[in-house]
């Protein structure tokens, strides 16, 4: 960490932290106003530093991540914890994940009950 610059661009870390998998994915969520840092609203060429938190939107999924440092580039995954600290709370993921199950068991207005196959797969789901 000691060659890393002391501040960079929020849409180049997000990236290089492997929360979005390309710069230019990072780069609209910024326009869209799905990141957050320090809770004001981040443009894509906003520096971040060490200590800020970042607020970034991800669907149903609200991550909030503390900066540690800048890497110079994209790093490896076993590398990520170095530089961000991942402070989302563990029933963000849990909601997420309700939701996606409820999305899943929706069924049309008039489509019937489910037959003998959805109710097996139904009930594997739920195993």
Partial sequence: MADSPEAGRIDKWLWAVRIFKTRSLATDACRAGSVTVNDQPAK???D???GEV???RLGLIRRTLVVRAVPPGRVGAKLVATYCEDRTPPEEFERARNQRVQQ???REKGSGRPTKRDR???DRLFE
């Fill in 44 to 46: 894509p060429s906003r």
């Fill in 120 to 122: 097996r797969l139904i």
């Fill in 104 to 106: 899943f068991l929706a």
């Fill in 54 to 56: 970042v607020v970034v």
């Fill in 48 to 50: 971040v530093r060490p």
